[in-house]
């Protein structure tokens, strides 16, 4: 039997919590609750809360000093199970927060929805890269479980 990735673990948890509202203690209010979001998807995949952060940047920053996620660089592609992250307060001011996301198959996010207030596959990278990079001014961070 073949041992299955983290990455491909936190993928399949993702995929379980499409169409749901998994943090309905609402720690932190629907409409801007990515992170919290994730962080529940991870610790329901792995046992254990990644973070107790609920803002993107600071995420950001747990993310990048992680010895459980490496930062891929630009020529790599992304795979399902791989986290996005657009950081709030590294844009143009033209969106007000960042954003966090889970990669689906082919090219789709999944990420918590603030106007529907549920974890859905909302974007593409096309999609993302025009809200957040292209309007809001954000980088765009990929990272993969490892």
Not at 99 to 122: A, P, Q, T, W
């Amino acid at each position: 039997m073949v041992k299955e990735t983290s990455q491909r673990i936190l993928y399949k948890t993702a995929i379980l919590c499409l169409g749901k509202d998994i943090t309905p203690e609402d720690r932190v209010p629907d409409d801007v609750a990515c992170v919290e979001v994730w962080n529940k998807i991870f610790q329901l995949a792995f046992g254990f809360r990644f973070s107790n952060e609920v803002n993107t940047y600071p995420q950001f920053l747990k993310l990048a000093t992680s010895n459980k996620f490496r930062l891929l660089n630009p020529l790599e592609k992304p795979e399902a199970g791989d986290t996005i992250i657009s950081p709030t307060g590294l844009g143009n001011g033209s969106l007000p927060n960042g954003h966090i996301g889970i990669f689906g198959e082919n090219g789709r996010i999944m990420s918590n929805d603030s106007y529907n207030k549920v974890f859905l596959e909302n974007y593409s990278l096309v999609t993302w890269t025009e809200r957040y990079k292209r309007y809001g001014g954000f980088p765009i961070l990929i990272f993969r479980r490892i």
